[in-house]
């Protein structure tokens, strides 16, 4: 599918590899609708690339309902949807303190897996009523972000890794369900990338953390991943699977 003149949305697109999301797909000439709940990054990002910034908490289905609704009422229906919002929260199912509440792993199902499927039902449910494209055939493409820590997560990644096992289970069956309307869905697992999470580490951590990678020796860029995003976009046979971006890491237990 073409990018140019396409509505798209980017949730998380105010920072990381959602913003180098946003700016690639901009670069396509596509109108983007950047969602996230910070306000300010999101404007700022928006101005740079003559975009749309909205308010989005996705782990709320009324607020990812309104702000889909503003952005077609802007942009119209997007074609392309690329779920990057998430939370990457680090503690143990048993710690020093006794077990984990469990509102800390409710919390990153409902935002990683909960607020994917929200953006999901309802930008697929947008783009049903969309004419199918004429050199392809599709209405659209949803673009979601696992993790590798869905196949290797490692010692207090539990919520996490569940989360993102969560999306990588919900593609599949989306893909089969949302075949019939001609909509795609693809999702991305990123091993360890250089984003404003891992940004907060000393140097030297960081560094060790990409001599982990086989090849290239190092941690992931957010153009690399938005690069990915741009060909799944345009390549019609991506659908209902799931593709790392990792290097050929494989995590250890810690």
Do not use: W
Request: with cysteine.
């Amino acid at each position: 599918m073409k990018i140019r003149d396409q509505a798209a949305i980017v949730t998380g697109g105010a920072s990381g590899m959602g913003a180098q999301t946003a700016r690639a797909l901009a670069g396509a000439g596509a109108m983007v609708a950047i969602l996230d709940r910070d306000p300010g990054a999101a404007s700022r990002l928006a101005a740079e690339i003559g975009g749309f910034a909205v308010v989005c908490d996705v782990a709320s289905e009324d607020s990812v309902s309104q702000a889909l609704a503003t952005a077609r009422e802007r942009h119209g229906p997007a074609r392309i949807c690329v779920n990057c919002a998430g939370i990457a929260p680090g503690k143990r199912i048993v710690g020093r303190n006794g077990p984990m509440p469990s509102a800390d792993f409710q919390r990153a199902v409902m935002v990683n897996l909960v607020g994917t499927f929200h953006v999901l039902a309802h930008a697929a449910h947008d783009m049903t009523a969309l004419e199918p494209d004429p050199e392809t055939a599709e209405r659209g493409v949803v673009i979601n972000t696992a993790s590798i820590a869905a196949f290797e997560g490692q010692i207090g990644q539990s919520a996490y890794a569940a989360s993102k096992g969560g999306i990588v289970g919900l593609t599949l069956p989306a893909a089969r369900e949302l075949a019939s309307s001609a909509i795609r869905v693809v999702t991305i697992a990123p091993g360890l990338m250089a984003t404003p999470m891992m940004d907060a580490l000393p140097v030297e951590v960081r560094e060790g953390m990409g001599a982990q990678v086989p090849f290239p020796n190092r941690l992931g860029q957010p153009d690399e991943f938005a690069s990915l995003v741009l060909h799944v976009v345009g390549n019609p046979l991506l659908n209902g699977t799931v593709i790392r971006l990792d290097g050929a890491l494989r995590m250890p237990p810690r």
